[in-house]
């Protein structure tokens, strides 16, 4: 049973030049890219994607990072139900001083705000971002 989920390398992944490293640590894991994109994010596409946190205080920040400049998008296939959590296991934990060594954050992540990747936390939210981000291209 196959499964997938959404991830993306943020604007700071894009702009350190690290989209390659990020894709290659999935790829040699054994997980596969079905379908992937550069592009500009809209202030609406942002404040959807991040809509859980709308009421949270770095919510606009959030935004406004997101819109920054490009992301490098992704929908991730791997052999089990439990891509999503293969993926947030490679990415690393969210806050910065809990990423450990070995992980994209902890390897090269040096704040909790602009944290590298986003991985989706569950099958829901995957559903839902894939849908939001690649509509029926994936
Ligand atoms: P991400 O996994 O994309 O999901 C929500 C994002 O909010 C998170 O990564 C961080 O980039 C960002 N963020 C900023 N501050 C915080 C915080 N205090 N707690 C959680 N997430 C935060």
Redesign the pocket.
Known sequence: MTSRTFVMA?PDAVERGLVGEIVSRLERKGLTLVAAELRSVSQELAQEH?AE?AD?P?YD??VA?LTRSPVFAMVVEGPGDDTWELCRILIGK??VTDAQPGSIRGDFATT????LV??S?GTESAAREIKLWFGDRA
Do not use: A, I, Q, V
């Not at 909790?112 to 944290?115: F, H, Y």
């Open positions: 943020k991040y946190h949270k770095f920040e959030l990072f969210t806050k909790t705000n602009e944290n986003h991985g936390d």
